[in-house]
């Protein structure tokens, strides 16, 4: 089944006369409770399981490539960083972590935590080196050892480099460490990591999954059973749990990924090659475009091996300055300036406003996340802000 069709086809009710086309949603704490040597499922508690996470944790698992994604569905957490925290649970104590110098700011000030209070080490490392990565994996620099993990993002957070994953990911199983990567920006319709070698996933589902920035929600996902049976243990014992309703929401914007996806990476392209000539031909104050889709991306072709399904909706621009930055987003009108991405509107910020993003990324660097508007309203709304920030 092509994913298109799965996205819109699968985890629905049985098909019998009168019966719903959507699952209901099931608000309980608790079940009904069974004979001792009854069969089939045993839900219990609220905390445990609930069957509205049944549909959007089965359908995210199989889009993910999972051989049996109802034996080992996807497991919904109440937000992406409470999937980051699980996985990264997955290190023993005292264990190294490798993780990219840029990724989701979230997870870096998490992985600054676990190191500060000793329960991990953290070694940063430049993702498109893959012989740095790959000796920093295997002997870890100063520390002992190799890593327990690799973390991976690709495209990463915002710099949007491209880690080359299934040479990584074999490279890491060799020195005995599991690989996780964030799936977020690319979703499993553009890449499939736990194909490429992977072996847990995780998502902010709050973004491209659910797509309209009324949910909080994450997701990981693994085709190893052992892995599952830990991650699963660790959301019950830990307790972030999904709420019915936002796992019904989730369930809700999957079925327009494909859809939405497409608008907005066909969006980002055409953007980013605009913006790219006007940068050229110096019609507009733009110092730097980056989008994996263009052919002066550096890992471009990397980037059109690995991800099959595009290059995804965000791209970056870079002003001279925080204060042209700055300038620019009080000057538009359709893009929002707001954090996060994936939704349907079209989002803007300037990353370097956060205290705790990498000083390597540019002050005056605006994260573009495309959303599904009109392309040509997008552009000249970009224009109208550039300019008038040139001006003032």
């Known amino acids: 089944m092509h994913p298109e069709t799965l996205l819109v086809s699968a985890s629905r009710p049985a098909r019998e006369v009168d019966a719903p086309v959507n699952d209901p949603v099931h608000f309980t704490s608790t079940f009904v409770g069974w004979e001792p040597d009854a069969a089939g499922p045993r839900r219990l508690y609220g905390r445990m399981s609930n069957p509205t996470w049944d549909g959007p944790e089965q359908l995210l698992a199989a889009l993910e490539g999972v051989e049996d994604p109802v034996e080992r569905p ?8 409470a999937a980051i925290s699980a996985a990264l649970h997955l290190a023993p104590n005292g264990g190294r972590i490798v993780a990219p110098q840029h990724a989701y700011q979230g997870g870096l000030s998490l992985l600054d935590s676990l190191q500060q209070t000793g329960r991990l080490a953290v070694e940063r490392v430049d993702i498109t080196d893959t012989e740095a990565v790959v000796r920093a994996v295997r002997d870890g620099g100063d520390a002992d050892g ?10 990463t957070n915002p710099m949007l480099e491209v880690a080359d994953l299934a040479a990584l990911t074999e490279a890491a199983h060799a020195a005995g460490a599991l690989v996780v990567v964030d799936n977020t920006f690319a979703t499993p319709l553009v890449q499939r990591p736990l194909e490429l070698g992977a072996d847990v996933v995780v998502h902010s589902v709050t973004k491209y999954l659910a797509g309209h920035s009324d949910v909080v929600l994450g997701a990981a996902v693994t085709d190893d059973a052992g892995l599952h049976r830990r991650l699963h243990a660790h959301r019950t014992l830990h307790g972030a749990i999904a709420g019915p309703m936002e796992a019904f929401l989730a369930l809700r914007g999957m079925r327009t990924l494909a859809l939405r996806l497409e608008r907005s990476q066909a969006n980002a392209a055409e953007l980013a090659r605009r913006l790219d000539a006007a940068r050229r031909e110096g019609t507009l104050p733009v110092a730097a475009v980056t989008y994996p889709g263009l ?5 471009h072709a990397l980037a059109a091996a690995q991800m099959q399904g595009g290059f995804g909706s965000v791209l970056t621009v870079v002003m001279e300055g925080a204060a042209a930055a700055d300038a620019v ?3 538009l009108r359709h893009w929002v300036p707001a954090t996060s991405l994936g939704g349907v509107e079209s989002l803007v910020e300037r990353r370097r406003r956060f205290d705790g993003e990498p000083a390597t990324v540019p002050a005056g660097l605006l994260r573009l996340s495309v959303g599904i508007e009109h392309v040509d309203d997008l552009w000249e709304d970009l224009q109208a802000g550039m300019r008038a920030a040139a001006v003032g």
């Not at 190799?146 to 495209?155: D, K, Q, V, Y």
């Not at 052919?295 to 890992?299: A, I, S, T, Y």
């Open 74 to 81: 996807a497991l919904l957490f109440s937000s992406g960083m």
């Open 146 to 155: 190799p890593a327990s993990i690799l973390w991976l993002e690709s495209p």
């Open 295 to 299: 052919p002066e991306h550096p890992q």
């Open 329 to 331: 987003v009080q000057n």
